[in-house]
């Protein structure tokens, strides 16, 4: 039973982000259609922001972690990988 409340937590997320990516396309197309900017400009501005948040948010909590060194691997970590996090461990 406990291995079974993660994984349909994650068939629910997993659902919901299916469900979700085409209605933001749509509103894209609607947003860009609106204003007279391409859908290209659109999907670089808004799409690209609106599926970054998550990451600008594991940031933000990652850099309000107090031990520095934790502060700054943990928060690049979420955006260039662990790699740097590997790096800084290693100085």
Do not use: H, N
């Amino acid at each position: 039973m406990s291995m079974l409340v993660p994984w349909l937590e994650f068939v629910f997320c997993a659902a919901l982000i299916a469900a979700a990516g085409p209605v933001l396309t749509q509103y894209g197309d609607i947003i860009a259609r609106l204003t007279g900017l391409s859908r290209s400009w659109i999907g670089l501005i808004l799409l690209a922001t609106a599926t970054s948040l998550p990451k600008i948010q594991q940031f933000l909590t990652k850099c309000g972690q107090t031990q520095p060194l934790v502060r700054t691997a943990g928060a690049w970590s979420g955006t260039l990988g662990d790699g740097f996090k590997e790096m800084l461990r290693a100085t």
